[in-house]
């Protein structure tokens, strides 16, 4: 880890206040909650357990959690109310660490956990559990007579899953080195009722990135077994194009229930893609693209294309728009690549480096027609505007390729003979 990255003991987050961008409190930490790997791996830190006014017990991931800070997290504000459950592969780090008694490797002497530390990873939201507080001696009268110390997780052991345990948590735990398409691949050749164990496993986001990279059956299939309420969170956490390619697979009557259960912005975003044909650019089309002002910098548009959740294809430009610059936007302006921001200085605006040179497409635009744009103009991402010059999305190249391949191209083995092991 890097030098100066943040560090928190737990016990100082009991307790203290959540609050919105706004400096509105939500509610108050109650616990964390982190996920066991295989291999001696520091647990990772998935949320925090947070009490709201009503004294309901919610999860609020890490990856929304943009501050901790000295009696205070701040949050980006976007909190999901359903009543937090605790699943198989979850541990609550105060109500199950604190207290435990484990052993030290190197000395085989028997510890009590007094408190723990979590620590944020480099240039990322990811935190992970990296140190225990413990104190040596059995507890009881002589408790507090123990010598103190601080320690690195893999000094002690009592807690790390093992490599070949049973369950769908030592699976699920296996599954967390993995990229999601390497996910999605193992979990097609599993068994119906192990798939659902391991759906059931895997947190929203994760489960999100795996759901869009699994052929259309094991979607409907694994989104049909869990319950309405996580699987409209499931699908806020996908990106629209594929939610509303999952969504359109599924009967009418459960399509419109769960998207009456999801948050109305990321609905509306779902229901304007399903109204296009999907073999057109409306229905292949994200609607969310990096989008700026033209007010906005090079530095400002550099910042967002590092952003880390962004795909390749998306990274690769940004899109320049009069206000509201959610889609559908107010004017489209044009487009600036990503090697055209390299080569300005960071206080250029972009609407003075703004590509308007190429015609966008219209949301009707058929397939053909936008796969051979792309070839012909060499892009991996291409506008779509409607009629009256408002940008409605992007076209990536990721999603013309699903539309041309194969159905069964994710069974393939493209990996080669050696795998990925062998590759490395």
Same mark, same amino acid.
């Given at each position: 880890?890097?030098?100066?990255?943040?560090?928190?003991?737990?016990?100082?987050?009991?307790?203290?206040?959540?609050?919105?961008?706004?400096?509105?409190?939500?509610?108050?930490?109650?616990?964390?909650?982190?996920?066991?790997?295989?291999?001696?791996?520091?647990?990772?830190?998935?949320?925090?357990?947070v009490e709201v006014v009503s004294r309901r017990r919610?999860?609020?991931?890490?990856?929304?959690?943009?501050?901790?800070?000295?009696?205070?997290?701040?949050?980006?504000?976007?909190?999901?109310?359903?009543?937090?459950?605790?699943?198989?592969?979850?541990?609550?780090?105060?109500?199950?660490?604190?207290?435990?008694?484990?052993?030290?490797?190197?000395?085989?002497?028997?510890?009590?956990?007094?408190?723990?530390?979590?620590?944020?990873?480099?240039?990322?939201?990811?935190?992970?559990?990296?140190?225990?507080?413990?104190?040596?001696?059995?507890?009881?009268?002589?408790?507090?007579?123990?010598?103190?110390?601080?320690?690195?997780?893999?000094?002690?052991?009592?807690?790390?899953?093992?490599?070949?345990?049973?369950?769908?948590?030592?699976?699920?735990?296996?599954?967390?080195?993995?990229?999601?398409?390497?996910?999605?691949?193992?979990?097609?050749?599993?068994?119906?009722?192990?798939?659902? %164990?391991?759906?059931?496993? @895997?947190?929203? *986001? !994760?489960? +999100? #990135?795996? /759901? =869009?990279?699994?052929?259309? &059956? $094991?979607?409907? %299939?694994?989104?049909?077994? @869990?319950?309405? *309420? !996580?699987? +409209? #969170?499931? /699908? =806020?956490?996908?990106?629209? &194009? $594929?939610?509303?390619?999952?969504?359109?697979? @599924?009967?009418?009557?459960?399509?419109?229930?769960? /998207?009456?259960?999801?948050?109305? &912005? $990321?609905?509306?975003?779902?229901?304007?893609? @399903?109204?296009?044909?999907?073999?057109?650019?409306?229905?292949?089309?994200?609607?969310?693209?990096?989008?700026?002002?033209?007010?906005?910098?090079?530095?400002?548009?550099?910042?967002?294309?590092?952003?880390?959740?962004?795909?390749?294809?998306?990274?690769?430009?940004?899109?320049?728009?009069?206000?509201?610059?959610?889609t559908p936007t107010g004017r489209y302006l044009g487009?600036?690549?990503?090697?055209?921001?390299?080569?300005?200085?960071?206080?250029?605006?972009?609407?003075?480096?703004?590509?308007?040179?190429?015609?966008?497409?219209?949301?009707?635009?058929?397939?053909?027609?936008?796969?051979?744009?792309?070839?012909?103009?060499?892009?991996?991402?291409?506008?779509?505007?409607?009629?009256?010059?408002?940008?409605?999305?992007?076209?990536?190249?990721?999603?013309?390729?699903?539309?041309?391949?194969?159905?069964?191209?994710?069974?393939?083995?493209?990996?080669?003979?050696?795998?990925?092991?062998?590759?490395?």
């Amino acid at each position: 880890m890097a030098a100066g990255a943040p560090r928190v003991f737990v016990s100082h987050l009991s307790g203290v206040p959540v609050f919105d961008p706004n400096g509105d409190q939500v509610g108050r930490v109650r616990d964390l909650v982190a996920m066991l790997r295989v291999g001696g791996k520091p647990p990772r830190l998935l949320g925090m357990v947070v009490e709201v006014v009503s004294r309901r017990r919610i999860f609020l991931p890490m990856t929304r959690v943009t501050g901790v800070e000295s009696g205070q997290v701040i949050t980006t504000g976007v909190v999901n109310m359903r009543r937090f459950e605790q699943r198989p592969t979850e541990r609550l780090v105060l109500g199950e660490f604190l207290d435990r008694r484990v052993r030290l490797v190197e000395t085989d002497e028997e510890v009590t956990v007094l408190d723990v530390a979590i620590q944020q990873l480099p240039a990322r939201r990811d935190w992970e559990i990296d140190k225990f507080f413990v104190r040596k001696g059995r507890g009881g009268a002589l408790r507090r007579k123990g010598e103190t110390l601080t320690v690195e997780w893999s000094a002690v052991e009592g807690f790390s899953l093992e490599e070949h345990g049973q369950g769908a948590e030592s699976l699920v735990a296996t599954f967390e080195r993995l990229r999601p398409t390497d996910v999605a691949n193992a979990m097609h050749h599993l068994t119906p009722k192990r798939r659902a %164990e391991v759906a059931a496993a @895997l947190d929203d *986001d !994760r489960l +999100a #990135d795996v /759901l =869009e990279e699994l052929p259309e &059956d $094991d979607q409907v %299939e694994i989104i049909g077994k @869990l319950e309405e *309420d !996580r699987a +409209a #969170d499931v /699908l =806020e956490a996908m990106d629209p &194009d $594929d939610a509303a390619d999952l969504l359109s697979e @599924l009967p009418e009557a459960d399509k419109e229930r769960l /998207l009456a259960l999801m948050r109305p &912005d $990321d609905a509306a975003d779902v229901r304007r893609l @399903l109204s296009y044909e999907e073999r057109t650019a409306g229905g292949l089309m994200t609607t969310e693209p990096i989008i700026l002002r033209p007010d906005a910098t090079v530095a400002d548009a550099l910042a967002r294309v590092r952003q880390q959740d962004l795909s390749p294809a998306l990274a690769a430009q940004v899109y320049v728009c009069r206000s509201p610059d959610e889609t559908p936007t107010g004017r489209y302006l044009g487009t600036v690549h990503f090697q055209r921001l390299l080569r300005d200085p960071p206080y250029t605006l972009v609407s003075s480096i703004v590509d308007s040179d190429l015609v966008p497409l219209a949301p009707d635009t058929p397939l053909p027609a936008v796969t051979s744009y792309l070839a012909a103009y060499n892009m991996v991402s291409v506008p779509v505007v409607d009629e009256s010059g408002s940008l409605l999305g992007a076209v990536t190249v990721d999603d013309v390729l699903d539309h041309l391949l194969p159905e069964d191209w994710r069974e393939t083995d493209f990996q080669g003979e050696e795998g990925i092991a062998g590759g490395a």
